[in-house]
């Protein structure tokens, strides 16, 4: 029970950051740096970080379990991700990135893993769903219909939810995850950076180049890397999934003071619909009664 507790709370701690990494990524769209700079940075920034971490788990970095997390979980997520902050508001991927991983991470681990949502977490997957359909709704009736931006959110989001399922299929320690991927990432990408991709850096204000540093590469690669990675070993990958469905209504909430980006009502409900599925009132309901019914058999 202490453990599960402990999990808990690593998940509420990776939603803030996640909350706030929606809000970073999408100044960084609105800045002269690209997607191609903000990648390198996270990526740059983590591994001079981990280098202590790098040389002990030397001999495990380059196995192809390490490298398919690395490719799903580090370079597809965040190439796909930034490119779409570049495209979309903040208030889209608040629902098209955390909002949809539950939905995701459900699909994948039931085509891997051969595991089944119960009935809880299907009412939990209608409610997302329905949430995602009132999000297209809202911009079909705005004349603004799914955007390359949206579909960059969407497939970020698959990214990370096959990353979530191959994590706890293979039950890689946290550590060795989190350096693993930021470390393959960075040798996979960094010299393609520097030898053909576009630059900003040398124009880009310090601050800006400082606060992506810290918190793409700090805050969001290791920090909550590990409280994510340490969550689903504990909780699974499907709950913890449902989990981060909670991000998208602090994210809307942040944006609208930081970033002047107000939702819509369709998104509103679209945001309420996903809150819901992610809370799930039905399911602690359904274990107090539970309990209670134990505790009278019991006495």
Same mark, same amino acid.
């Given at each position: 029970?202490?453990?599960?507790?402990?999990?808990?709370?690593?998940?509420?701690?990776?939603?803030?950051?996640?909350?706030?990494?929606?809000?970073?990524?999408?100044?960084?769209?609105?800045?002269?740096?690209?997607?191609?700079?903000?990648?390198?940075?996270?990526?740059?920034?983590?591994?001079?970080?981990?280098?202590?971490?790098?040389?002990?788990?030397?001999?495990?970095?380059?196995?192809?379990?390490?490298?398919?997390?690395?490719?799903?979980?580090?370079?597809?997520?965040?190439?796909?991700?930034?490119?779409?902050?570049?495209?979309?508001?903040?208030?889209?991927?608040?629902?098209?990135?955390?909002?949809?991983?539950?939905?995701?991470?459900?699909?994948?681990?039931?085509? /891997? !893993? &051969?595991?089944?949502?119960?009935?809880? *977490?299907?009412?939990?997957?209608? $409610?997302? =769903? @329905?949430? %995602?359909?009132?999000?297209?709704?809202?911009?079909?009736?705005?004349?603004?219909?799914?955007?390359?931006?949206?579909?960059?959110?969407?497939?970020?989001?698959?990214?990370?939810?096959?990353?979530?399922?191959?994590?706890?299929?293979?039950?890689?320690?946290?550590?060795?995850?989190?350096?693993?991927?930021?470390?393959?990432?960075?040798?996979?990408?960094?010299?393609?950076?520097?030898?053909?991709?576009?630059?900003?850096?040398?124009?880009?204000?310090?601050?800006?180049?400082?606060?992506?540093?810290?918190?793409?590469?700090?805050?969001?690669?290791?920090?909550?890397?590990?409280?994510?990675?340490?969550?689903?070993?504990?909780?699974?990958?499907?709950?913890?999934?449902?989990?981060?469905?909670?991000?998208?209504?602090?994210?809307? /909430? !942040? &944006?609208?003071?930081?970033?002047?980006? *107000?939702?819509?009502?369709?998104? $509103?409900? =679209? @945001?309420? %619909?996903?809150?819901?599925?992610?809370?799930?009132?039905?399911?602690?309901?359904?274990?107090?009664?539970?309990?209670?019914?134990?505790?009278?058999?019991?006495?």
């Amino acid at each position: 029970m202490e453990a599960r507790r402990k999990a808990y709370l690593q998940v509420a701690l990776t939603i803030l950051i996640w909350s706030g990494f929606i809000m970073v990524s999408r100044l960084a769209g609105r800045s002269v740096l690209s997607f191609w700079d903000v990648t390198a940075l996270r990526f740059g920034t983590a591994t001079c970080l981990l280098l202590p971490a790098i040389w002990s788990w030397r001999h495990t970095l380059w196995q192809w379990r390490m490298l398919a997390l690395a490719l799903t979980g580090g370079l597809g997520y965040s190439l796909l991700v930034y490119a779409a902050f570049a495209r979309a508001p903040a208030t889209h991927a608040a629902v098209l990135l955390p909002g949809m991983m539950p939905f995701l991470t459900t699909l994948v681990a039931f085509l /891997l !893993l &051969a595991e089944r949502p119960d009935r809880h *977490r299907r009412i939990s997957l209608v $409610l997302a =769903a @329905l949430g %995602l359909a009132c999000m297209i709704y809202s911009l079909w009736r705005a004349g603004t219909p799914l955007a390359a931006g949206d579909l960059l959110y969407l497939s970020a989001s698959l990214s990370w939810s096959i990353y979530t399922v191959l994590l706890r299929r293979w039950q890689i320690p946290p550590w060795q995850a989190t350096t693993g991927v930021a470390c393959l990432s960075a040798a996979i990408y960094l010299p393609i950076y520097v030898l053909f991709l576009p630059h900003h850096l040398h124009v880009a204000a310090w601050s800006a180049i400082l606060l992506q540093a810290g918190y793409q590469g700090c805050l969001v690669v290791i920090v909550a890397m590990i409280l994510y990675t340490r969550a689903v070993s504990i909780l699974g990958a499907v709950r913890v999934g449902m989990c981060m469905a909670l991000v998208p209504g602090l994210a809307a /909430l !942040l &944006a609208v003071p930081l970033l002047g980006e *107000r939702p819509s009502g369709g998104q $509103l409900l =679209a @945001l309420a %619909l996903i809150i819901i599925s992610a809370l799930q009132p039905w399911t602690w309901m359904g274990s107090r009664s539970r309990i209670a019914s134990a505790d009278t058999e019991a006495a």
